[in-house]
């Protein structure tokens, strides 16, 4: 992550913000790893707080690394930590779960975010990651906020074994995203915009049905893809 990076998507960031069931399922997510009061807890890619104030809101406050400087601004606005995303950490200051929601497929060398984002855990931590999956599902959208990939499991997976970590958890997600998203690349908008009522509207009323099908399609087909690892 470069420190003259500017994230090119705030609109869309803004928009996403409001879809309610899916943001706290990604924070109810991490919320399985936090077993003990007291445990670090870093938000890798923050963007303007999202997922931390979730977290804030049940009194688990994250540092965060975010390498967009107007952004870092909003986050230290709000009485974050922000850690130097370039900075090496002490071993005595590395977190026990660090968690990053659609970041990965904005660095072009996802190999040396990876080993990056293992660095910043201590021994038994564990990452979270959750990517948009599926690179037929590439549309406007993502050329829109800087996409340079969209991930298949058995990827990230490698991605990630290869930084040194062990796959706890590994499944696609939000099959019925699959279909909605194959339907905006055919009849979208060609500028990669979210219409803040439809994302409402699938946010409120489908995706609680498409993540009561995560059962049955997590190792076939989703919109995206959550894998959780371990350091050792």
Same mark, same amino acid.
């Given at each position: 992550?470069?420190?003259?990076?500017?994230?090119?998507?705030?609109?869309?960031?803004?928009?996403?913000?409001?879809?309610?069931?899916?943001?706290?399922?990604?924070?109810?997510?991490? %919320?399985?790893?936090?077993?003990?009061?007291?445990?670090?807890?870093?938000?890798?890619?923050?963007?303007?707080?999202?997922?931390?104030?979730?977290?804030?809101?049940?009194?688990?406050?994250?540092?965060?690394?975010?390498?967009?400087?107007?952004?870092?601004?909003?986050?230290?606005?709000?009485?974050?930590?922000?850690?130097?995303?370039?900075?090496?950490?002490?071993? %005595?200051?590395?977190?026990?779960?660090?968690?990053?929601?659609?970041?990965?497929?904005?660095?072009?060398?996802?190999?040396?975010?990876?080993?990056?984002?293992?660095?910043?855990?201590?021994? %038994?931590?564990?990452?979270?990651?959750?990517?948009?999956?599926?690179?037929?599902?590439?549309?406007?959208?993502?050329?829109?906020?800087?996409?340079?990939?969209?991930?298949?499991?058995?990827?990230?997976?490698?991605?990630?074994r290869n930084a040194?970590?062990?796959?706890?958890?590994?499944?696609?997600?939000?099959?019925?995203?699959?279909?909605?998203?194959?339907?905006?690349?055919?009849?979208?908008? %060609?500028?990669?915009?979210?219409?803040?009522?439809?994302?409402?509207?699938?946010?409120?009323?489908v995706f609680p049905?498409?993540?009561?099908?995560?059962?049955?399609?997590?190792?076939?087909?989703?919109?995206?893809?959550?894998?959780?690892?371990?350091?050792?």
């Open positions: 992550m470069v420190s003259d990076f500017a994230y090119t998507g705030c609109d869309n960031l803004e928009v996403m913000a409001e879809a309610v069931n899916y943001n706290t399922f990604l924070v109810n997510t991490v %919320g399985k790893y936090l077993t003990a009061p007291g445990m670090r807890v870093l938000d890798f890619g923050a963007g303007s707080g999202t997922y931390a104030d979730l977290l804030a809101g049940q009194h688990i406050t994250p540092d965060c690394l975010e390498p967009d400087r107007k952004l870092q601004n909003t986050l230290r606005s709000k009485g974050y930590r922000v850690i130097d995303h370039e900075a090496q950490i002490p071993v %005595g200051e590395r977190y026990d779960v660090v968690y990053t929601f659609n970041v990965l497929e904005h660095i072009e060398d996802d190999q040396a975010a990876a080993h990056q984002l293992a660095s910043l855990l201590r021994p %038994g931590g564990e990452l979270v990651v959750y990517v948009p999956a599926l690179e037929i599902l590439f549309t406007s959208m993502d050329t829109k906020v800087g996409h340079y990939r969209r991930y298949r499991r058995p990827q990230l997976d490698r991605l990630l040194g970590l062990e796959i706890v958890e590994s499944r696609y997600c939000d099959p019925i995203g699959f279909f909605a998203t194959l339907a905006y690349r055919v009849l979208g908008s %060609g500028d990669g915009t979210i219409d803040p009522r439809s994302l409402k509207l699938y946010d409120r009323v049905i498409s993540r009561a099908l995560h059962a049955l399609t997590s190792k076939l087909f989703g919109k995206n893809v959550l894998v959780v690892a371990r350091a050792s």
